[in-house]
């Protein structure tokens, strides 16, 4: 995707408070409401359009996946729920979207979602997708590139790939005490990949912060009874992932190397020359 302007409007003067998303050149608009602030926005004509929304509880890091004819009266109808705070909302200008399009999208993002494994997926069946036109269908995936980058810039993440806009630094890779894990630094942290191995031990003497992470990983089957990654896994820094491959406090800026077996380090240095 080409560079883009996006516009955000503070409804409320308040970044934590209602948000209207706009991007140069897009014919969709998005906005950030907070659950406590719903009911005071019924006078917002946009919201009584068709559209999809998601429901958000950034903290427990869920989402629940939703399409509507008349958003705001659908919203009304999850305020029981106490799982979610804020609502992400999208709409096409000109109430441009019809039932088709909006559960084409629904089915769209929730697969999307699903694969990536970011956020936890509140929806308890998958969404049915609705049969459009090549056309209709080239025009949604292009609308939902911007619904994604939207709400990547919002800070909610649940359908941007753990490594597809990492920096340009190759894979790193832990070769010890029998353990083999591979993995890449990221604009988030530091990515273990799928298939890593973690020590089936964590020594007594290293952190019991540390210890209780490595425990987590194993409670969430993240690191399998084998002691296998299950999946890709974000950690916020290399030594945290190191840590976790180890078993033991670990500096990652000097565990991680890559094939030519030069750290991490170096390799973010800039040296003068």
Known sequence: ????????????????NRIICNISNWDGIGIKIPKTMIKESKDREELYHTGIYFLFNKSEKTIYI????????RILQHLSEDDWNEVLIFIKKGNGLNKAHVKFLENRFYNIA???DRYHLKNSTVPTKSS????????????SDYIKLI????????????VENSTNIEDFYIDSIGLHASGKMTNEGFVVFKGSESNQEFKNASSLSLKRKWLQLR????????GFFTKDYLFSSPSLA???VLGRNANGLTEWKNHQKETLKSILTITNE
């Open 242 to 244: 190191a840590a976790m």
């Open 132 to 143: 459009i036109t090549e056309s209709e269908k080239a025009a949604m995936e292009e609308f």
């Open 114 to 116: 699903k694969s990536v």
């Open 1 to 16: 995707m080409y560079r883009k302007t996006i516009e955000l409007f503070l409804l409320d003067g308040n970044p934590n």
């Open 66 to 73: 939703g399409e509507a004819e008349n958003i705001y009266q």
């Open 151 to 162: 709400t990547n810039t919002l800070d909610y993440k649940p359908f941007e790939d753990l």
């Open 219 to 226: 409670e969430e089957n993240i690191v399998d009874q084998n």
